[in-house]
């Protein structure tokens, strides 16, 4: 292991070890400095952010777009000091700071037996709302986690979601996509952070206005078991609430091929994705390049 990768993962131990511990007052105020002093840095993340968001809000001013960037980045370390303090937090306080629209989708799916498999970009606190679902609603489900450098630290992002309830398949590897599958087959739960393609082999969408690519998985896995595919979309409201929306249903198209049916599927999680995105798009934590127009043509991924 690398100097730099056992500064990596020492620095999210420290995190996971002691920000857990802070008063609550005491992370907040912690966050939004952290948050504030990356923002005035201006680092590769911090412009990209800006740039992301220069195509969320076409025709914003400068002044705007920075604005935007400086409370994107106070919403992103909102999201780490949530994700470092949620072992911590009791049931009531996981159950109590999170209150999601449309629920019924979930709930009358999965009594059906039919497996639901939810769908959602990088908005606000993901882990919170999975935490939620195991906690609140005592449902289990699955879901994938990229492969992160050092190893050390992907087991213990492994290990972190485990914690909240949640089975944890690697992204890389092969065998995610059969397990998922037979989850869904018995009826279960998966949920799929989906609007950034981490294989180079996504589905193309137009997202605003602009071509991108998202994984075809939550569609494949709809299409294979019969699963019901439910976009979700989060955003902060006043700390410490969270609130988000459960969408209707996609529905797999009635005609054509595989790959056509996948495609229309994505494009229809896309343009949900873009609505939640653009009413909060402060809450929107993609650091890394999305669109093909920004992409590294030799690698053709972020």
């Not at 920000?19 to 105020?29: D, F, G, T």
């Not at 896995?221 to 609430?241: I, K, N, R």
């Not at 091929?257 to 995105?277: C, H, N, P, W, Y």
Request: charged fraction near 25%; glycine fraction near 10%.
């Amino acid at each position: 292991m690398s100097a730099q990768d056992r500064l990596t993962d020492a620095l999210y131990g420290l995190g996971w070890s002691t920000v857990k511990k802070l008063p609550e007052p005491v992370a907040v105020r912690l966050g939004r400095t952290i948050a504030d002093l990356a923002w005035k840095q201006r680092g590769k993340g911090v412009q990209r952010l800006e740039s992301n968001y220069a195509r969320v809000v076409p025709g914003a001013s400068p002044e705007r777009l920075a604005e935007l960037s400086r409370a994107g980045m106070r919403s992103y370390l909102r999201y780490w000091m949530e994700s470092f303090r949620l072992p911590a937090w009791n049931e009531e306080r996981i159950s109590n700071c999170f209150e999601p629209k449309g629920l019924h989708h979930l709930t009358e799916g999965l009594a059906a037996g039919k497996g639901v498999v939810l769908a959602l970009p990088h908005l606000a606190n993901w882990d919170h709302a999975g935490a939620w679902a195991t906690t609140k609603l005592g449902i289990p489900f699955t879901t994938v986690a990229e492969r992160l450098k050092p190893e050390t630290l992907y087991d213990r992002f492994v290990a972190y979601r485990e914690s909240l309830g949640m089975e944890v398949l690697p992204h890389s590897g092969g065998t995610a996509f059969g397990t998922l599958a037979r989850r869904l087959r018995d009826g279960g739960l998966v949920c799929l952070v989906a609007d950034r393609d981490l294989s180079a082999s996504g589905v193309e969408v137009d997202f605003f206005g602009d071509t991108a690519r998202m994984p075809a998985g939550p569609a494949l896995l709809a299409q294979q078991t019969g699963a019901l595919l439910l976009p979700v979309t989060l955003w902060y409201d006043d700390a410490p609430m969270m609130r988000g929306r459960i969408h209707p249903p996609v529905a797999v198209p009635g005609s054509g091929t595989r790959a056509e049916k996948t495609s229309v599927m994505t494009q229809a999680l896309a343009d949900v994705f873009a609505t939640g995105i653009a009413d909060h798009p402060e809450d929107w934590h993609m650091l890394q390049r999305l669109w093909l127009a920004d992409l590294d043509p030799e690698k053709g991924r972020p």
